[in-house]
């Protein structure tokens, strides 16, 4: 269902094409954004163009703004899809109420991520991480960890770790120096941290490095031809933070002029 103008339509007209230009896309991303409901519904004329309003424009430009990039990860992208939803009925009030939500959720992913680093940078310069305590076998490993062997197997598979092996039944032997690699591997990833930025990180520290590590952590090798926003975490999140005071700002200026 489309909604109909009956009025004379001005030459002048926003259409789809000019929305797309004016907040630098394709003309589909703007009718994919319809469909996805990030805009308001659009009246249609008599011969079935759309007719987008200065409102349409703004909400756009919102739904750029807080949409286009890289991932920034679920919980990231999940608040900024409600916002933008929730904007697109009208209700900028409780929309810009989600803005300061949607900030404080990134700044909070910033703040995890740098305690996640803080964390590597104490135990590379070898602070304990974990008590001496006797050999694990994998299960003991995973339940003294809360995750699963599959993930100690990922892990493993990705080059994380080398655990050694019992000379008499070749099953893995996990040591402090294991668990305490094992520890900051899995605060570095449920930080948001990727498994190629882990793990560019553990090679340099292998090799040798003890400090900026955290650089490394955000800093894909030129090898790396395929990456993703958390490869350079870091990078990312502020890049989310500046978005998100963007939104607010886009916010405020709508309620104030009133679209």
């Known amino acids: 269902m489309f909604y109909v103008i009956t009025d004379c339509v001005p ?16 003309p589909n991303t703007v ?5 996805w409901g990030f805009l308001p519904p659009i009246p249609r004329s008599p ?31 999940r608040s ?7 904007a697109a009925t009208g209700d900028l009030g409780g929309a810009l ?13 910033i703040a995890q991520a740098h305690t996640a680093a803080d964390l590597l940078e104490r135990w590379a310069k ?33 080059n994380l770790l080398c655990p050694p092996r019992n000379p008499d039944n070749g099953y893995r032997q996990y040591r402090t120096a294991e668990i305490s690699r094992l520890r900051v591997i899995r605060m570095l990833r449920q930080a948001g941290y990727s ?19 955290r650089q490394i952590l955000d800093s894909p090798r ?16 502020k890049e989310q933070e500046v978005r998100a005071r963007q939104i607010i700002e886009i916010l405020e200026e709508r309620i104030q002029t009133g679209i």
Not at 31 to 35: A, D, G, H, K
Not at 97 to 109: D, R
Request: proline letters at 2%; aromatic letters at 8%; hydrophobic letters at 40%.
């Open 80 to 86: 900024a899809l409600r916002l933008v939803k929730h």
């Open 11 to 26: 030459y002048k007209r926003l259409s789809t094409a000019k929305i797309a230009s004016a907040v630098g896309c394709h």
């Open 195 to 213: 498994t190629m930025a882990v793990l560019r990180m553990l090679t340099a520290l292998d090799q040798g490095a003890a400090s900026n590590l």
């Open 47 to 77: 011969t079935g163009y759309r007719l987008y309003t200065e409102a349409h424009l703004q909400q756009m430009r919102l739904a750029r703004t807080a949409l286009n990039g890289g991932w920034p990860g679920r919980l990231i992208r």
């Open 97 to 109: 109420e989600l803005g300061y939500q949607h900030l404080a959720i990134v700044q909070s992913e």
């Open 126 to 158: 070898g602070t304990p991480v974990e008590a001496e305590g006797k050999v694990l076998t994998t299960n003991q490993t995973a339940l003294l960890l809360h995750i699963t062997i599959d993930t100690l197997r990922h892990w493993e598979r990705n």
């Open 31 to 35: 009718r994919v954004y319809e469909q």
């Open 222 to 237: 030129p090898d790396e031809d395929v990456f993703y926003a958390t490869d350079r975490w870091l990078t990312t999140l």
